[in-house]
């Protein structure tokens, strides 16, 4: 265990100017409420991130772009982080190939630490810059792609080298952070969901995290519907992996084409689970 005193003195320097780290005094005493009174101020305060997020849409609307162009060009959507900002990433990638039938490898999720990092914290990862360009290169980042870096402070070392070697590449490089960071020249989008002090003080699995989630299932669902994976507002292209999904299947065709259940599922068996298909039948 090693303190060393420059080093945590420009964290300080650093966490001073974080909203996410500032004492929130809705929540002072926090440790002195009812279970009833401590569950509603955590409502009340996840109630105001909704709002931050919705100014957020201009710049959310530059990433959706930037990942739809990527993709149409035979690239990725990747998105980088650490703790709980790469296991949201990580998670939002990995939803996207059942719920909209694409491959694993159009969104991935980079997370530091690795993948063991999703179920054990390794706090320690994020300040490894030389690990980020082991991983980079692994993934094979490169100019096709648009990067993503999500940060709830706005200046995880490992992000942050990850971002500046991917624009280095070529690569479309944005920023999801949750406190106000200045505009690095070197990114192409900034996108800040300031979500004010946390209920726990420092801990940003709670407002940050819920932005971030919400941020990131915009992103993904929006860049999938720009880019032909739903009809309407149906999942057309979902894989039927499970008897939920294949059922959603078939409500869908019943829906749609007005045949019985027996019929649509019928359809499905013709079509090989090709939903697109058995609606063309």
């Known amino acids: 265990m090693n303190y060393n005193p420059d080093q945590i003195r420009a964290a300080l320097d650093e966490m001073a100017r974080l909203n996410t780290e500032s004492s929130n005094p809705r929540s002072e005493t926090?440790?002195?409420?009812?279970t009833s009174a401590i569950l509603?101020?955590?409502n009340d305060e996840d109630a105001t991130v909704p709002a931050t997020v919705n100014a957020a849409v201009p710049m959310l609307t530059n990433v959706v772009e930037a990942a739809v162009g990527a993709i149409q060009s035979?690239?990725?959507?990747?998105?980088?982080?650490a703790g709980t900002s790469g296991r949201l990433g990580v998670l939002d990638a990995a939803e996207c190939p059942p719920t909209y039938g694409v491959p694993a490898t159009m969104v991935i999720g980079i997370i530091a630490g690795g993948d063991s990092a999703l179920k054990v914290a390794a706090e320690g990862a994020e300040d490894d810059e030389q690990q980020a360009m082991v991983d980079l290169e692994a993934h094979g980042v490169n100019a096709k792609d648009a990067v993503l870096g999500i940060t709830a402070r706005g200046q995880t070392p490992y992000v942050r080298a990850i971002l500046r070697e991917a624009k280095r590449r070529g690569a479309w490089a944005g920023l999801l952070t949750c406190n106000a960071v200045e505009h690095d020249p070197d990114l192409d989008a900034l996108v800040v969901l300031d979500v004010g002090p946390e209920v726990v003080t420092g801990s940003t699995r709670m407002k940050a995290g819920l932005a971030t989630k919400m941020a990131l299932t915009m992103i993904s669902t929006a860049t999938m519907v720009r880019l032909g994976r739903v009809e309407g507002n149906r999942m057309v292209r979902l894989m039927p992996n499970s008897t939920k999904l294949k059922a959603r299947q078939v409500k869908l065709l019943m829906e749609t084409k007005g045949v019985t259940l027996e019929e649509a599922a019928e359809r499905l068996e013709v079509a090989g689970g090709d939903l697109t298909r058995a609606l063309a039948m």
């Open 30 to 34: 926090l440790s002195e409420l009812s």
């Open 74 to 81: 035979g690239g990725r959507l990747v998105y980088v982080g």
């Open 40 to 42: 509603a101020l955590i």
